[in-house]
């Protein structure tokens, strides 16, 4: 049984107009926590926000912004100004897979904006409401990859231990504050995540016969909340156990294989 409607008032989630972030959303508005839905698709999150008021008899408000930059965090933060925030849900993120070298510079510099600054920005300008409260949570999403460096991921793994380590760290910081810290590190999900980093229809179908169900991720997340401060599904207990077992070297080398028949690169 999930905390969720305890906290009340209002949760942010950022990323709201795709996968995990829409599945977190309407879970939590099936809470009757009423939600602030954040992305740049203006359609998409105004469709979210008609379905979920209709359903579940919630409130919400449609942030269309690019998190990215400063004037989108600023936009979002003033937006949220006078609302009861509980929950921040720090979700919104992408990935750019293939060798590091032949990346766009300008693309590297917005994904640890908006995967590693974001997160930051938006739970500091927060916290001393939340802490005020004496009840809330705050769920940043990292990855699998946030474990382990990764070969032809090298800047996503490197943002996703950051949030990893952030949530962590904030985990112990807001101990018996009254406010739920979770880092969830999901692996293969089924999204648009992958639709984003570029990667062709047929690829993408074959390789999401593996993965997980965005909703089943969201549900997981949402029923650890006040129970303990990262979750993933199986292969993170795995990969968290083999990471103290193996070395450094072999692990680089696991990671490699697997992006590379992810990305079909040779
Ligand atoms: N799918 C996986 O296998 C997987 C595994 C591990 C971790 N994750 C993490 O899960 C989180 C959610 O990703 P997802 O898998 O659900 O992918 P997704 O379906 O592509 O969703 C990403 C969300 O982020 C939003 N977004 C992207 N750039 C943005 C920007 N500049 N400003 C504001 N919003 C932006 C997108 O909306 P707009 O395009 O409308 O802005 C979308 O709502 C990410 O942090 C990702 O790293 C995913």
């Known amino acids: 049984m999930s905390k ?28 009757g926590i009423h939600c602030v839905l954040v992305a ?27 998190l990215a930059t400063e004037e989108g965090i600023d936009a979002l933060l003033d937006g949220v100004d006078d609302l009861d925030i509980s929950m921040i849900v720090n979700n919104a993120g ?17 994904m640890i904006k908006l995967n590693c600054l974001a997160p930051a920005l938006i739970t500091r300008s927060l916290l001393p409401y939340l802490l005020e409260r004496e009840n809330g949570a705050i769920i940043t999403v990292a990855s699998i990859l946030a474990l382990v460096p990764c070969p032809l991921e090298a800047t996503y793994a490197a943002t ?28 293969l999900t089924e999204t648009g995540f992958l639709e984003a980093e570029g990667m062709d229809e047929d690829r993408i179908q074959h390789i999401y016969r593996k993965a997980v169900p965005a909703a089943t991720i ?18 993170f207990k795995l ?22 028949n992810l990305l079909e690169i040779d």
């Open 218 to 235: 969201a549900t997981m997340a949402l029923d650890a909340l006040g129970k303990c401060t990262v979750i993933g599904p199986r292969d």
């Open 239 to 260: 990969l968290s156990f083999g990471r103290r077992l193996l070395p450094g070297k072999m692990i680089n080398a696991l990671t490699a294989v697997m992006s590379k």
């Open 40 to 66: 740049r698709s203006e359609d998409k999150l105004i469709a979210l926000a008609e379905e979920i008021e209709e359903e579940y008899e919630v409130a919400t408000l449609v942030l269309a912004l690019d």
């Open 4 to 31: 969720v409607s305890s906290y009340e008032g209002w949760a942010i989630i950022t990323g709201a107009s795709s996968g995990i972030g829409l599945e977190l959303a309407k879970q939590i508005a099936e809470e």
């Open 160 to 187: 996703k231990a950051f949030d990893l380590s952030f949530s962590e760290g904030l985990a112990g910081e807001l101990k018996g504050t009254g406010i739920d810290v979770l880092a969830l590190c999901p692996a």
């Open 94 to 110: 992408f990935g750019d897979g293939g060798a590091f070298h032949t990346r766009d510079p300008e693309r590297i510099a917005e």
